[in-house]
Structures are given as C-alpha cells and as structure tokens.
C-alpha cells in the first residue's frame, strides 16, 4: 500500500472533478495534521450526500482529522448513512456487506500484519447503530474475544436513519420516530460497557460537542488498538431527519444530551492501556 494508490492514473486529470482533484492535491496524506487545522485540507468532498446538519457529516470529518497516520489507514464501513459518503473521503476504505465490517476488519489486520511487518497499518472499522450494536453485534464482540487489534467506531444516531427512522437498540427508551410512533419500550443497549466487559482495553462514550477532545480519543484509540487490542468509540451523532430538529441545531442538541445527562461521557481504559497513553502522551518511546 502507498500514498501513490490515491494518486489519479496519467491522463485521467483532466476528466476528473474538480472535487476530487483536490482530494489529491489538498488531502490530509503525510502532512501531519489534525484538529486545529481543520479547514485547511481537504478530507470530505462539499457536497456529499448526507443530510444538511447531519451529525455523522461532522463526525466523520472530525474522524478524520484525528487519525495518526491517515496515508497508512484503512477505514472498512458498512451499509447505513455513514457509508453513503465514504466514497467521497480521502482515505482509503472498503464498504462490506451490513454487519461484516468487523469480520472484514480482521481478516485485513491480520493480512496488513504480513504483508508489511516493519509498516504499522491501522485500521478503523465503521458503522452506525445496526452494524455495530444490532445486526452486526456477533462478529463485532467476536473480534472484542479475540483481541484483534483496530478500532470500532460506532456512529449512533440512535436510530435507522437510512431506511426511513425505525428505533434502533441504541434509541433512548421512549423515543419516537417516524417507524416507532408509540416510542421504544425498552431501555437504550449500554454499549460502552458491554465492550469494555467484552475485552476492549479502551472504551468511550462521547459526543462531538468538543473536538479537541474527540480528537484526543480518537487518537487514543488508534494507538491503544496498535499494541494491546481492540478499542471502543461512540459517537453521538443528532439526526435532524428523523428527530426533527433544524440542521443548525446538531451541535447544540450534542451539548445539550452531554450537559443534562442524556448522552453522559465515559471513558474506561485498562491499566495497560493507561500505562501505554501515559507513556504515549509524554513523548516516551514504547
């Protein structure tokens, strides 16, 4: 795997949009960016196709930002909103069959691990509320047993928001959507802790309410994930579709669920986990 793959083929420059132009030549690849440079690369393509205020728009861009070594990332995503704009992301990525992306992801760890033994290569598996919590929760706490080493994001909108806003396992009790018109009866799935229980040295429930510190997990968790095994992220990401609230709101409506307890940050991390951060954080060698 090189930087050159993101490359457009000879001849083709012309053709291509201008979008995608400059994914290429703005994109994060090699420049060691992060947060406080957001806006001045290019790591989404304007105009994606996610809803207007979308929280996982934001989130995914944040994502983004915060990897530590993009050039040498691969994100596997699944079906769902998420996936609908991984395409138009300057990373390199792969889009599996609803609830695989685990299995995917482990199957590439392990083949990366092979194929470039003196290149570490991250990888970052994706999905929302399904593919991580619902549909996909077999394999995914199958690669928690297993202590494969990557990353799962999960990006919860607390509901389907891609086939019409069912309520979803990680719909807080009592929501009502458009498919729920008598709101969710039981209570919202504890994933946070059920990854944590289920072998990840590092787990986190969180908003994107505050990016720096966002960024600082994301990072955590990649890192973390490198040497000692798999680690949990959630994101809340407000769904104005099905939630109906304006597209200006999202970021206020994260900073609202976080301060009245709604959506509350927590953040485990084992003691080796925390040894390594330690170490990490104040520049020593590990």
Same mark, same amino acid.
């Given at each position: 795997m090189s930087v050159k793959i993101v490359k457009i083929s000879p001849g083709f420059e012309e053709i291509m949009p201008k979008d995608y132009k400059d994914l290429v030549s703005n994109g #994060?690849?090699?420049?060691?960016?992060?947060?406080?440079?957001?806006?001045t690369f290019k790591e989404l393509i304007e105009e994606h196709p996610l809803?207007?205020?979308?929280?996982?728009?934001l989130s995914?861009?944040?994502?983004?930002?915060?990897?530590?070594?993009?050039?040498?990332?691969?994100?596997?995503g699944t079906t769902g909103c998420s996936s609908l704009s991984f395409s138009q992301v300057a990373l390199h990525n792969i889009h599996s069959i609803f609830g695989n992306q685990n299995a995917v992801a482990t199957g590439l760890k392990r083949a990366l691990e092979i194929?470039?033994?003196?290149?570490?290569? @991250?990888v970052?598996?994706?999905?929302?509320?399904?593919?991580?919590? @619902?549909?996909?929760?077999?394999?995914?706490m199958h690669s928690w047993f297993r202590g494969e080493k990557f990353a799962t994001i999960?990006? @919860?909108?607390?509901?389907?928001?891609?086939?019409?806003g069912q309520e979803s396992g990680m719909s807080q009790q009592g929501a009502v959507l458009n498919m729920a018109p008598t709101g969710k009866k039981y209570n919202?799935?504890?994933?946070?802790?059920?990854?944590?229980?289920?072998?990840?040295?590092?787990?986190?429930?969180?908003?994107?309410?505050?990016?720096?510190?966002? &960024?600082?997990?994301?990072?955590?968790?990649?890192?973390?994930?490198?040497?000692?095994g798999p680690t949990y992220i959630q994101i809340y990401c407000p769904c104005p579709?099905?939630?109906?609230?304006?597209?200006?709101?999202?970021?206020?409506?994260?900073?609202?669920?976080?301060?009245?307890?709604?959506? #509350?940050?927590?953040?485990?991390?084992? #003691? &080796?986990a925390e040894e390594l951060i330690k170490k990490l954080e104040e520049g020593k060698k590990c």
């Open positions: #994060p690849y090699g420049k060691g960016f992060g947060i406080k440079e957001l806006g809803c207007a205020g979308c929280g996982l728009a995914k861009r944040l994502i983004l930002a915060s990897l530590p070594s993009p050039e040498n990332t691969i994100i596997v194929r470039f033994p003196d290149v570490i290569k @991250d970052v598996a994706i999905g929302g509320d399904g593919a991580i919590g @619902d549909i996909g929760l077999g394999m995914v999960m990006l @919860d909108n607390e509901s389907y928001a891609n086939t019409g919202k799935l504890p994933m946070a802790e059920i990854a944590r229980d289920a072998g990840c040295v590092y787990s986190v429930s969180v908003t994107f309410a505050k990016p720096k510190r966002l &960024e600082k997990i994301i990072r955590r968790a990649v890192l973390i994930a490198r040497q000692l579709t099905n939630y109906k609230h304006k597209p200006s709101e999202s970021l206020e409506r994260a900073r609202d669920a976080e301060k009245s307890g709604a959506y #509350p940050v927590k953040e485990y991390m084992s #003691p &080796e």
